[in-house]
């Protein structure tokens, strides 16, 4: 089990960037795969990113790639997700959140993440 808080949301115009920061308690912070999440009023939770245990494998959702990336120290317990050249669509809600499962195949599905962050908003204007 993992806490998990995210933080470093906000407002940009669109074509610009955020950097995301997800900070987690526990001393078992390195057992758990770690995936970031987006949701927008009325609409489902979806995949965003996520990264295998060790950091060297990472995946991403076909909307984000090639803008965002994901990363993790797993000395200081950290997730991190920087967006670059923002989108109004990529307004939402975004979680961390941390899984056991060793497929990741599998990260995509919110299904597989037992801890999840409290949020941070992201709004991107036109």
């Known amino acids: 089990q993992v806490q998990l808080v995210e933080s470093g949301g906000g407002l940009v115009q669109a074509g610009g960037s955020l950097r995301l920061s997800c900070a987690a308690s526990g001393r078992t912070f390195s057992r758990y795969a770690m995936g970031w999440f987006r949701q927008a009023p009325g609409k489902e939770r979806e995949f965003v990113a996520a990264?295998?245990?060790?950091?060297?494998?990472?995946t991403y959702a076909d909307s984000v790639k090639g803008r965002f990336t994901i990363s993790r120290d797993n000395a200081k317990n950290t997730v991190l997700l920087q967006m670059n050249s923002l989108k109004p669509e990529d307004t939402a809600v975004y979680y961390c959140?941390?899984?056991?499962?060793?497929?990741?195949?599998?990260?995509?599905?919110?299904?597989?993440?037992?801890?999840w962050g409290q949020g941070t908003q992201v709004t991107v204007s036109s």
């Open positions: 959140a941390a899984t056991t499962s060793y497929s990741i195949g599998s990260y995509s599905s919110p299904d597989v993440y037992a801890d």
């Open positions: 990264i295998i245990r060790s950091g060297g494998i990472t």
